[in-house]
C-alpha cells in the first residue's frame, strides 16, 4: 500500500485490530438473518510524512450510506462545544450579514443553527441523506454531496466563496485527503479562514485509545503530518488550539498559501516541538501500541466473564463507533453484554454490526437496574455520569475500559 497523502511505501506497523464490519452499520431485525461484510482492520505509519493510516478495503460510500446513523445533536456537550465555536469564531473574525460561512461534514445542523441564529449567511456540506434531512428540517441548506476540489469550484462559481470554513471530526474520515484539504484552497476567499477539528494522534498514542480506530478514519492525525499535508495543498497554517473534545483534540486554523497574511501563531511550533520531543517522528513511537491494545481488551474481558460467573446484571451505555471497534476487537457478544443503550432514535431497536447486541431506549436501564454500566463513548464521561447519576440509588457502578479499566 502507498501512503494516501505522499505515495511512499508503507512498511512500518501501527496496529492490527483483525477484522470487523463497518463500525455505522447498525442492523435492523431482519438482517440478523443475512451475513455481515467483514473487513481487515489494520493501521500502518508512513515513515516520510508521519501519516498515520488504515489500509483501504471498505469503499467510502459504503461506510457513509444515506442511512448514516450518527447525529451530532444528541450530545449535549458537544452542542454547547458548537455554540463556543460559532460564538469565537464570529468575534475573532468579524463574521456577520454580509460573510458567509461553509461547513463541510454539517451533519444534522448541530453548529450551522448557531450561525444561522445570528443572521450569519451559511451553508452546509452533507453527504449522508438521513443527517441532511435533518439540518434541513432546521431550515439550514445543504448540499448533499462527498467534498473535494470539484465541488469546491462549482462553489465558488455558483457564488458561495467562504468566508469561514468549519470542518470538525472530518478531516480524518476521507480517502482522498490532497484532494479534500485542496479543497478548501479553492473555496476560501482571499482573507478567508478555514478551521478544522480532529482527534490529536498524540493522545490516542498517550492514553491507548486504540477504539477510536475504525474503517471511517482513515487517517489518524497529528500536527507534524496536518502541517505537511495542508502545505501541499495551498493551505498555510497560521494557528492551532488544543481541545478536550473526543479524547484530546486540535483546532487547526489554516489561511489560502498563495493571499493569506495572518502572522503564524507561537502555538503552532510549540505543537510541533512538544510532538518531535515525544517522538512522533520516530519509528519507536508507533511500536509496542499493539500490546497496549491487547491489555485493555483482555481487562475488560476477564472484568466480563467474571461478573457474568458471580451473576451480576451488566449493560452498555452508547452505541459509539468507538465501542464496536472495543466489542469486535474483544470477541463481546450478548451473553457477556446483553444490551446497549442508545438515545438516538435512529439506532434504537437495531443491533450493533459484528457483535450484534441489540440497543434499547434509555427507559430500558432504569427498568433493568444494571449492577454495572458500561460506558462506550468514554469520551462523554462528564456528561453522562450526570446524565445517569440514578444508577447509585440501586448500587449501580460505572465501568470504563479505556484507556484502563477502571469501576466507578
Known amino acids: 500500500m502507498k501512503c494516501r497523502h505522499c505515495r511512499a511505501d508503507l ?6 485490530l483483525q477484522t470487523a464490519p463497518p463500525s455505522n452499520s447498525y442492523l435492523s431485525s431482519e438482517q440478523l438473518s443475512a451475513p455481515e461484510k467483514w473487513y481487515p482492520l489494520r493501521v500502518q505509519t508512513c515513515t516520510a510524512c508521519w501519516l498515520v493510516q488504515t489500509e483501504d478495503y471498505a469503499h467510502f460510500e459504503e461506510l457513509f450510506s444515506s ?19 460559532v460564538a469565537r469564531m464570529a468575534d475573532r473574525f468579524d463574521l456577520g450579514s454580509s460573510s458567509h460561512v461553509v461547513e463541510v461534514a454539517s451533519n444534522d445542523g448541530y453548529l450551522l443553527r448557531y450561525v444561522k441564529e445570528r443572521g450569519i449567511p451559511c451553508l452546509g456540506i452533507e453527504p449522508t441523506a438521513s443527517t441532511a434531512a435533518a439540518a434541513r428540517a432546521r431550515g439550514i441548506d445543504v448540499v448533499e454531496e462527498f467534498f473535494g ?15 469561514l470554513t468549519a470542518a470538525n471530526n472530518v478531516l480524518a474520515h476521507v480517502p482522498d485527503i490532497n484532494d479534500f484539504v485542496a479543497g478548501f484552497a479553492r473555496l476560501l476567499k482571499p482573507s478567508g479562514v478555514a478551521t478544522f477539528e480532529f482527534p490529536h494522534l498524540m493522545r490516542l498514542v498517550g492514553d491507548c485509545q486504540f477504539d477510536t480506530i475504525y474503517h471511517e478514519h482513515f487517517s489518524y492525525l497529528s500536527m507534524t503530518a496536518v502541517q505537511r499535508i495542508f502545505a501541499a495543498n495551498g493551505l498555510a497554517v ?8 473526543h479524547g484530546g ?50 481487562d475488560l474481558l476477564e472484568f466480563l466473564v467474571k461478573a ?44 450493533l454490526p459484528g457483535s450484534r447486541i441489540p440497543i434499547v431506549d434509555e427507559a430500558h436501564l432504569w427498568s ?41
Open 308 to 351: 457474568k460467573r458471580e451473576g451480576k446484571r451488566i449493560g452498555g451505555y452508547g452505541a459509539a463507533a468507538k465501542g464496536n471497534t472495543l466489542l469486535n476487537f474483544a470477541g463481546v457478544r450478548p451473553d457477556l453484554l446483553p444490551w446497549v443503550v442508545d438515545r438516538n432514535p435512529a439506532k434504537r431497536d437495531k443491533f
Open 149 to 163: 476540489v470539484a465541488l469546491a469550484d462549482r462553489l465558488v462559481a455558483e457564488g458561495h466563496a467562504a468566508d
Open 67 to 85: 442511512d448514516y446513523a450518527y447525529f451530532s445533536s444528541f450530545s449535549s456537550s458537544w452542542l454547547q462545544h458548537a455554540e463556543a465555536y
Open 238 to 245: 497560521f494557528d492551532v488550539e488544543e481541545l478536550p473534545t
Open 249 to 298: 483534540s486540535l483546532r487547526v486554523f489554516a489561511q489560502r498559501q498563495d493571499l493569506g497574511r495572518r502572522p503564524v501563531a507561537a502555538a503552532v511550533d510549540r505543537l510541533l516541538t512538544a510532538e518531535e520531543r515525544a517522538g512522533a517522528k520516530s519509528i519507536a513511537y508507533y511500536t509496542g501500541f499493539q500490546a497496549r491494545a491487547e491489555r485493555i481488551k483482555d
Open 11 to 16: 512498511a512500518l506497523p501501527f496496529i492490527d
Open 368 to 408: 433493568e437496574r444494571p449492577d454495572y454500566v458500561l460506558v462506550l463513548p468514554w469520551n462523554l464521561k462528564a456528561e453522562l455520569t450526570v446524565q445517569l447519576a440514578r444508577i447509585g440509588e440501586w448500587g449501580g457502578r460505572f465501568v470504563f475500559a479505556v484507556p484502563r479499566l477502571s469501576i466507578e
